[in-house]
């Protein structure tokens, strides 16, 4: 259920009421294959593919009364929106290690392919039943990603103790989107159709210094310079150009105190550029009366971490470790809505936000008796949302805490009960209510611990999760209950085969891009 009342002032313009059901299916499915190979003990060559595909179709039905104190209007809506992407990823790895103890050298380069398509059909009826009209919108979007990267570590000293580090790297990102809008009632409107093609290059280099000096400290302070060129292409309206440059210092900090105790001081620094769901300006208008549509021309954001932490471990392979921290951005990507005179909502992405993030965690593992292990979480924190240009300023506390067992049982079986929850989290214009979930899980290993079955029972005593949402901006307030059905079982397969074990990822300088490319395109109820 929706209610939102429209502002001029101090005094309420219009009301709005609505009340909708859905139902959305989640599907989908992946692959992966990895090869390695080893000429010898100091080289591999590595290559690997994985493939995903999925679709969230959704359908439900709307009824709508809007009153702006002269005229009330009612009317039902029967919706359907339809969503599926499809995402292939090749990596190939090279690795050389040479015979000096740390020297190494490292060659890697991707390639990926996205390919999706979302629509929606809405049919709009009077309370007699009559049709008012019938609207479609589909929306077909393409991404392809390359880069080739070169690392290199070499020991400037006899120890080894001193260390650098360097690498340099291509990325590049094609993406491409095309949309119309078909109403049966109204001609073709040209401002609701177009394309957009998005081109980004970015030709980046590192440096890192690693010392190990004495009395057990160790220093890493690194640089990373970025260079970006952004060129975009409208079906309607001007190109544009855009090229900037980030400078990215890093610095870690360890202190080993003995064999127990550890403590570290962490700065760094993250650019998250924006998505191609980011940036499509497609609209999507399924609900008339509440339209959201991506920012072509949003910025790349920047986030600064300042970290201090502790680690305690036992002899007994127990940990403790304890955190402060503080991240700021200053042109955060924030979605942004407005109501306008005629009640309509309309919501898109913008740097128009600043957010600030103090906060505290705590996390330990332990086995309270043998073969029972116990990881538990809980972090504290304050969060902050401003824009100057909207004067809007949300604050709020919050906390969250998660704790997971799991029990070893005869005959390769492995027993999982988890869950989590959390008081709530803010946004710039709005609040989230409490959220929480928990989860049994029973695994089987299987072909001599190469494969695992897995059965897992989410939500099994909760038919529905209420989730109260709220927003405001000085020319509206609004509030949203949502009852979500969120019970699920799930049955997972998985068989790893081959000789070799797959390498472990190597902690990457160029860390920015996200690891979940193949969901970018999913939006959720």
Do not use: C
């Not at 040479?98 to 991707?110: N, P, S, T, W």
């Not at 640089?223 to 309607?236: D, P, Y």
């Not at 593992?365 to 969060?383: G, I, Q």
Request: aromatic fraction near 12%; proline fraction near 4%; charge should be positive.
């Amino acid at each position: 259920e929706t209610e939102r009342i429209s502002l001029s002032g101090q005094q309420q313009t219009s009301h709005l009421f609505q009340r909708k059901n859905s139902v959305q299916t989640d599907k989908g499915g992946s692959a992966g294959l990895t090869i390695k190979y080893q000429p010898d003990s100091l080289q591999t060559i590595e290559t690997s593919f994985s493939y995903w595909k999925g679709s969230w179709p959704q359908k439900g039905n709307l009824y709508n009364r809007y009153n702006n104190n002269s005229v009330t209007d009612e009317y039902l809506q029967k919706i359907k929106q339809s969503g599926r992407s499809d995402y292939k990823e090749w990596v190939l790895n090279y690795q050389k290690k040479f015979r000096r103890e740390g020297q190494e050298l490292q060659l890697v380069a991707q390639t990926s392919y996205s390919a999706e398509f979302s629509d929606y059909l809405t049919e709009q009826y009077k309370m007699d039943g009559k049709l008012a009209f019938r609207e479609t919108g589909p929306n077909r979007g393409s991404e392809k990603e390359w880069s080739i990267q070169a690392d290199y570590a070499q020991p400037l000293n006899t120890s080894g103790k001193i260390l650098l580090e360097t690498g340099v790297r291509y990325y590049k990102n094609r993406s491409q989107s095309s949309y119309e809008v078909i109403n049966s009632h109204i001609p073709v409107d040209p401002s609701r159709l177009g394309n957009i093609k998005y081109i980004q290059d970015v030709f980046s280099a590192y440096m890192t210094l690693n010392f190990e000096a004495d009395n057990d400290w160790t220093f890493r302070p690194g640089i990373r310079l970025e260079k970006t060129f952004v060129n975009a292409n409208f079906q309607s309206g001007s190109p544009f150009k855009r090229n900037f440059t980030n400078w990215i210092p890093n610095l870690l900090i360890v202190k080993k105190l003995n064999e127990n105790h550890e403590l570290k001081f962490n700065y760094t620094e993250r650019i998250r550029r924006p998505w191609i769901m980011d940036l499509n300006p497609y609209s999507n208008a399924s609900d008339p009366l509440n339209i959201t549509s991506g920012n072509p021309y949003l910025e790349s954001e920047q986030t600064r971490n300042i970290e201090l932490s502790h680690v305690f471990t036992t002899a007994k392979k127990a940990s403790l470790t304890s955190s402060v921290y503080y991240n700021f951005n200053k042109n955060s990507i924030e979605p942004v809505t407005v109501v306008n005179k005629e009640g309509i909502s309309y919501t898109t992405p913008s740097n128009i936000g600043e957010n600030n993030r103090l906060g505290a965690n705590i996390s330990m593992v332990f086995s309270p008796v043998k073969k029972w292990t116990v990881n538990a979480n809980a972090e504290v924190f304050y969060l902050q949302f401003r824009s100057k240009s909207l004067g809007l300023n949300n604050t709020g506390t919050f906390f969250t805490t998660s704790l997971s067992n799991t029990i070893a049982l005869p005959d390769n079986l492995n027993l999982s009960i988890s869950g989590d929850y959390g008081n709530g989290f803010i946004t710039l214009q709005g609040k989230n209510s409490v959220n929480y979930s928990y989860r049994f899980a029973i695994s089987k290993q299987l072909m001599d611990n190469k494969a695992s079955l897995t059965l897992a029972i989410i939500n099994p005593f909760q038919k529905a999760f209420r989730e109260n949402v709220y927003a405001f901006a000085p020319t509206f307030q609004s509030t949203n209950i949502n009852r979500y059905y969120n019970r699920a079982a799930t049955l997972t397969f998985s068989w790893q085969f081959g000789g070799l074990k797959p390498a472990q990822d190597k902690e990457s300088r160029f860390s920015d891009e996200s690891n979940d490319k193949h969901m970018r395109g999913k939006k959720l109820k």
